[in-house]
T-cell receptor
Framework: SAVISQKPSRDICQRGTSLTIQCQVDSQVTMMFWYRQQPGQSLTLIAT?????????ESGFVIDKFPISRPNLTFSTLTVSNMSPEDSSIYLCSVEPGPYNEQFFGPGTRLTVL | AQSVTQLGSHVSVSEGALVLLRCNYSSSVPPYLFWYVQYPNQGLQLLLKYTSAATLVKGINGFEAEFKKSETSFHLTKPSAHMSDAAEYFC?????????????FGQGTTLQVKP
């Protein structure tokens, strides 16, 4: 398994601003993932982040809106840009440390956009 | 394309009763399957996983799940519910292999446990 922390744990932001979410893992991992969980909904994958390469975005998510950095094997950031109330969600990062695709999740960042 | 369907968005049981949460999957290749639990205001915790070994998988907190290929199902059970089991449960399927796998999640089932 892996221990994952996220900062901030929650934030309230004004529309039009940007927020950067940090994800820190206690061990080196190749694959890191960013998910969005809208209120009362399931998880939707935003992008996959590998160290040393551009993130791979899922359909409906674009780099200009959700830029991602992956500077090393234990850290990643997700920025939610030019926010609107529709961006109010929980954002979770996860890692895949083993061979069977099981992922371990951080505690999430609860974002409210006013 | 892979997909996951959880039957029942809300399940309510009495404390001590059997818990059964249903999950059906669609996959063109042998899947890896997972159950996660999310307690209020927390991230997801892995309950158990199926990785093509034993079809009956035991997980944490007394939960288990059985992989039935003929029924494309991976239902989660627990013989006796505790109040602490009240949470959101997600079934997920892996859409890749090795180090390229992504997870597709079901819509989730809220488990309510009544005293």
């Amino acid at each position: 398994s892996a221990v994952i922390s996220q900062k901030p744990s929650r934030d309230i932001c004004q529309r039009g601003t940007s927020l950067t979410i940090q994800c820190q893992v206690d061990s080196q991992v190749t694959m890191m993932f960013w998910y969005r969980q809208q209120p009362g909904q399931s998880l939707t994958l935003i992008a996959t982040a590998n160290q040393g390469s551009e993130a791979t975005y899922e359909s409906g998510f674009v780099i200009d809106k959700f830029p991602i950095s992956r500077p090393n094997l234990t850290f990643s950031t997700l920025t939610v840009s030019n926010m609107s109330p529709e961006d109010s969600s929980i954002y979770l990062c996860s890692v895949e440390p083993g061979p069977y695709n099981e992922q371990f999740f951080g505690p999430g960042t609860r974002l409210t956009v006013l | 394309a892979q997909s996951v369907t959880q039957l029942g968005s809300h399940v309510s049981v009495s404390e001590g009763a059997l818990v059964l949460l249903r999950c059906n999957y669609s996959s063109s290749v042998p899947p890896y399957l997972f159950w996660y639990v999310q307690y209020p205001n927390q991230g997801l915790q892995l309950l158990l996983k199926y990785t093509s070994a034993a079809t009956l998988v035991k997980g944490i907190n007394g939960f288990e799940a059985e992989f039935k290929k003929s029924e494309t199902s991976f239902h989660l059970t627990k013989p006796s519910a505790h109040m602490s089991d009240a949470a959101e449960y997600f079934c997920a399927v892996s859409v890749g292999s090795g180090n390229t796998g992504k997870l597709i999640f079901g819509q989730g089932t809220t488990l309510q446990v009544k005293p």
